[in-house]
Antibody, heavy 124, light 107 residues
Framework: QVQLVESGGGVVQPGRSLRISCLVS????????MHWVRQAPGKGLEWVAI????????YYAHSVKGRLTISRDNSQNTVSLEMNSLKAEDTAVYFC?????????????????WGHGTTVSVSS | DIQMTQSPSSLSASVGDRVTITCRAS??????LHWYQQRPGKAPSLLIY???NLQSGVPSRFSGTGSGTDFTLTITSVQYEDFATYYC?????????FGQGTRLDIK
Protein backbone atom coordinates (compact mmCIF):
# COMPACT_ATOMS: atom_id res chain seq x y z
CA GLN A 1 0.00 0.00 0.00
CA VAL A 2 1.02 3.60 -0.51
CA GLN A 3 2.79 4.84 2.58
CA LEU A 4 4.79 7.87 3.69
CA VAL A 5 6.67 7.69 6.98
CA GLU A 6 8.42 10.73 8.44
CA SER A 7 11.27 10.53 10.90
CA GLY A 8 13.97 12.63 12.51
CA GLY A 9 11.91 15.04 14.59
CA GLY A 10 12.95 16.05 18.08
CA VAL A 11 13.85 18.86 20.42
CA VAL A 12 16.54 21.26 19.22
CA GLN A 13 17.91 24.55 20.52
CA PRO A 14 17.34 27.81 18.65
CA GLY A 15 19.98 28.42 16.01
CA ARG A 16 20.81 24.74 15.64
CA SER A 17 20.09 22.38 12.76
CA LEU A 18 17.95 19.31 12.21
CA ARG A 19 17.25 17.02 9.27
CA ILE A 20 13.92 15.25 8.90
CA SER A 21 13.13 12.63 6.30
CA CYS A 22 10.21 10.88 4.70
CA LEU A 23 10.47 7.33 3.41
CA VAL A 24 7.90 6.36 0.83
CA SER A 25 6.68 3.02 -0.44
CA UNK A 26 3.93 1.56 -2.58
CA UNK A 27 4.33 3.80 -5.63
CA UNK A 28 6.97 4.89 -8.16
CA UNK A 29 8.55 7.69 -6.16
CA UNK A 30 10.58 9.17 -9.03
CA UNK A 31 7.38 10.06 -10.88
CA UNK A 32 5.97 12.41 -8.25
CA UNK A 33 6.72 15.82 -6.86
CA MET A 34 6.74 15.94 -3.07
CA HIS A 35 5.73 18.59 -0.54
CA TRP A 36 6.44 19.42 3.08
CA VAL A 37 3.63 21.02 5.09
CA ARG A 38 3.81 22.01 8.74
CA GLN A 39 1.36 22.76 11.52
CA ALA A 40 2.31 24.71 14.62
CA PRO A 41 0.58 23.70 17.86
CA GLY A 42 -3.07 24.71 17.74
CA LYS A 43 -2.65 26.43 14.38
CA GLY A 44 -3.57 25.81 10.76
CA LEU A 45 -1.63 24.23 7.94
CA GLU A 46 1.35 26.03 6.42
CA TRP A 47 2.85 24.91 3.12
CA VAL A 48 6.65 24.76 3.42
CA ALA A 49 8.25 23.51 0.20
CA ILE A 50 7.93 21.40 -2.92
CA UNK A 51 10.50 19.48 -4.94
CA UNK A 52 9.89 18.27 -8.48
CA UNK A 53 9.94 14.61 -9.41
CA UNK A 54 13.53 14.82 -10.60
CA UNK A 55 14.78 17.18 -7.90
CA UNK A 56 15.54 19.94 -10.38
CA UNK A 57 12.96 22.45 -9.19
CA UNK A 58 12.42 23.53 -5.60
CA TYR A 59 10.18 26.23 -4.18
CA TYR A 60 9.79 27.48 -0.64
CA ALA A 61 7.57 29.49 1.63
CA HIS A 62 9.01 32.93 2.36
CA SER A 63 9.16 32.11 6.08
CA VAL A 64 11.70 29.32 5.51
CA LYS A 65 13.58 30.35 2.37
CA GLY A 66 17.33 30.37 2.95
CA ARG A 67 17.06 28.29 6.14
CA LEU A 68 15.25 25.12 5.10
CA THR A 69 16.34 23.02 2.14
CA ILE A 70 14.28 20.28 0.52
CA SER A 71 16.02 17.40 -1.25
CA ARG A 72 15.26 13.92 -2.49
CA ASP A 73 17.01 10.66 -3.26
CA ASN A 74 15.08 8.73 -5.86
CA SER A 75 17.30 5.68 -5.38
CA GLN A 76 16.34 5.54 -1.69
CA ASN A 77 12.71 6.66 -2.01
CA THR A 78 13.26 9.48 0.44
CA VAL A 79 12.56 13.19 0.60
CA SER A 80 14.26 15.26 3.26
CA LEU A 81 14.14 18.69 4.84
CA GLU A 82 17.38 20.14 6.14
CA MET A 83 16.54 22.82 8.69
CA ASN A 84 19.19 25.35 9.70
CA SER A 85 19.17 28.38 11.99
CA LEU A 86 16.04 27.06 13.63
CA LYS A 87 13.71 29.46 15.39
CA ALA A 88 10.99 28.95 17.98
CA GLU A 89 8.41 29.64 15.27
CA ASP A 90 9.61 26.55 13.39
CA THR A 91 8.09 24.41 16.15
CA ALA A 92 5.47 22.28 14.42
CA VAL A 93 4.41 18.88 13.19
CA TYR A 94 5.98 18.42 9.77
CA PHE A 95 4.07 16.36 7.21
CA CYS A 96 5.39 15.08 3.90
CA UNK A 97 2.82 14.70 1.16
CA UNK A 98 2.71 13.45 -2.40
CA UNK A 99 1.64 15.75 -5.19
CA UNK A 100 -1.04 13.75 -6.97
CA UNK A 101 -0.28 15.05 -10.44
CA UNK A 102 2.72 12.93 -11.26
CA UNK A 103 5.52 14.23 -13.43
CA UNK A 104 3.22 15.65 -16.10
CA UNK A 105 0.66 17.60 -14.09
CA UNK A 106 2.09 18.75 -10.75
CA UNK A 107 -0.09 21.04 -8.67
CA UNK A 108 -3.38 20.17 -10.40
CA UNK A 109 -4.43 17.13 -8.33
CA UNK A 110 -3.67 18.34 -4.84
CA UNK A 111 -1.73 16.46 -2.17
CA UNK A 112 -3.29 13.04 -2.28
CA UNK A 113 -1.18 11.02 0.15
CA TRP A 114 0.14 12.24 3.50
CA GLY A 115 2.44 10.91 6.15
CA HIS A 116 1.54 10.90 9.84
CA GLY A 117 3.96 13.71 10.64
CA THR A 118 7.07 14.21 12.76
CA THR A 119 7.28 16.76 15.56
CA VAL A 120 10.00 19.38 15.69
CA SER A 121 10.29 21.48 18.83
CA VAL A 122 12.72 24.40 18.94
CA SER A 123 13.38 25.39 22.51
CA SER A 124 16.25 26.31 24.76
CA ASP B 1 1.63 35.87 -2.66
CA ILE B 2 -1.94 34.69 -3.06
CA GLN B 3 -4.00 34.99 0.13
CA MET B 4 -6.74 32.48 0.81
CA THR B 5 -9.63 33.50 3.05
CA GLN B 6 -12.11 30.95 4.35
CA SER B 7 -15.44 31.68 5.93
CA PRO B 8 -16.72 31.04 8.40
CA SER B 9 -13.81 30.26 10.74
CA SER B 10 -16.08 27.92 12.65
CA LEU B 11 -19.62 26.66 12.49
CA SER B 12 -21.90 24.33 14.35
CA ALA B 13 -24.21 21.87 12.68
CA SER B 14 -26.41 18.92 13.48
CA VAL B 15 -26.21 15.52 11.85
CA GLY B 16 -28.13 15.69 8.59
CA ASP B 17 -27.62 19.42 8.05
CA ARG B 18 -26.36 20.90 4.82
CA VAL B 19 -23.13 22.85 5.33
CA THR B 20 -21.31 25.24 3.02
CA ILE B 21 -17.80 26.63 3.48
CA THR B 22 -16.42 29.32 1.23
CA CYS B 23 -12.88 30.13 0.17
CA ARG B 24 -11.82 33.28 -1.59
CA ALA B 25 -8.49 33.86 -3.33
CA SER B 26 -6.86 37.28 -3.48
CA UNK B 27 -6.39 36.83 -7.23
CA UNK B 28 -7.59 34.42 -9.87
CA UNK B 29 -6.36 30.87 -9.47
CA UNK B 30 -8.40 29.21 -12.20
CA UNK B 31 -9.38 25.86 -10.66
CA UNK B 32 -6.11 25.18 -8.83
CA LEU B 33 -8.02 24.87 -5.57
CA HIS B 34 -8.19 21.85 -3.29
CA TRP B 35 -10.06 21.00 -0.10
CA TYR B 36 -8.72 18.94 2.80
CA GLN B 37 -10.27 17.51 5.94
CA GLN B 38 -8.27 17.17 9.14
CA ARG B 39 -9.50 15.35 12.21
CA PRO B 40 -7.81 16.11 15.58
CA GLY B 41 -4.40 14.54 15.90
CA LYS B 42 -4.45 13.21 12.34
CA ALA B 43 -2.88 14.14 9.04
CA PRO B 44 -5.02 16.04 6.55
CA SER B 45 -6.75 14.10 3.79
CA LEU B 46 -7.69 15.27 0.33
CA LEU B 47 -11.43 15.65 -0.32
CA ILE B 48 -11.72 17.66 -3.52
CA TYR B 49 -9.07 18.49 -6.10
CA UNK B 50 -9.15 21.03 -8.91
CA UNK B 51 -12.14 22.79 -7.34
CA UNK B 52 -14.81 20.23 -8.13
CA ASN B 53 -13.33 16.75 -8.48
CA LEU B 54 -14.11 14.24 -5.75
CA GLN B 55 -11.03 12.35 -4.59
CA SER B 56 -11.32 8.59 -4.84
CA GLY B 57 -12.93 7.08 -1.78
CA VAL B 58 -14.51 10.30 -0.55
CA PRO B 59 -18.28 10.11 0.06
CA SER B 60 -20.49 11.76 -2.52
CA ARG B 61 -22.07 14.06 0.08
CA PHE B 62 -18.97 16.22 -0.37
CA SER B 63 -18.86 18.52 -3.38
CA GLY B 64 -16.93 21.54 -4.55
CA THR B 65 -17.65 24.36 -6.96
CA GLY B 66 -16.02 27.51 -8.20
CA SER B 67 -13.32 28.97 -10.38
CA GLY B 68 -11.31 32.16 -10.48
CA THR B 69 -11.46 33.61 -6.98
CA ASP B 70 -14.55 32.15 -5.30
CA PHE B 71 -15.01 28.55 -4.24
CA THR B 72 -17.33 26.53 -2.05
CA LEU B 73 -17.25 23.18 -0.29
CA THR B 74 -20.64 21.68 0.48
CA ILE B 75 -21.56 18.73 2.66
CA THR B 76 -25.14 17.80 1.79
CA SER B 77 -25.97 15.77 4.90
CA VAL B 78 -23.38 16.05 7.65
CA GLN B 79 -22.43 12.80 9.37
CA TYR B 80 -20.71 12.32 12.73
CA GLU B 81 -17.39 11.55 11.07
CA ASP B 82 -17.48 14.89 9.23
CA PHE B 83 -16.93 16.97 12.35
CA ALA B 84 -13.40 18.16 11.69
CA THR B 85 -11.45 21.12 10.35
CA TYR B 86 -11.50 21.93 6.64
CA TYR B 87 -8.83 23.76 4.68
CA CYS B 88 -8.70 25.11 1.16
CA UNK B 89 -5.37 25.41 -0.64
CA UNK B 90 -4.31 27.04 -3.87
CA UNK B 91 -1.61 25.57 -6.09
CA UNK B 92 -1.84 28.07 -8.93
CA UNK B 93 1.46 29.61 -7.88
CA UNK B 94 4.10 29.19 -5.21
CA UNK B 95 3.99 29.57 -2.32
CA UNK B 96 1.02 27.21 -2.30
CA UNK B 97 -1.05 28.85 0.42
CA PHE B 98 -3.75 27.41 2.65
CA GLY B 99 -6.80 29.10 4.03
CA GLN B 100 -6.91 29.54 7.79
CA GLY B 101 -9.30 26.63 8.24
CA THR B 102 -12.96 26.15 9.16
CA ARG B 103 -13.80 24.09 12.20
CA LEU B 104 -17.06 22.17 11.99
CA ASP B 105 -18.51 21.31 15.40
CA ILE B 106 -21.53 19.36 16.55
CA LYS B 107 -24.42 21.64 17.54
Amino acid sequence: QVQLVESGGGVVQPGRSLRISCLVSGFTFRNYAMHWVRQAPGKGLEWVAIISHDGQNKYYAHSVKGRLTISRDNSQNTVSLEMNSLKAEDTAVYFCARDGGGRHAPYYYGMDVWGHGTTVSVSS
Amino acid sequence: DIQMTQSPSSLSASVGDRVTITCRASQSISTYLHWYQQRPGKAPSLLIYAASNLQSGVPSRFSGTGSGTDFTLTITSVQYEDFATYYCQQTDSTPNTFGQGTRLDIK
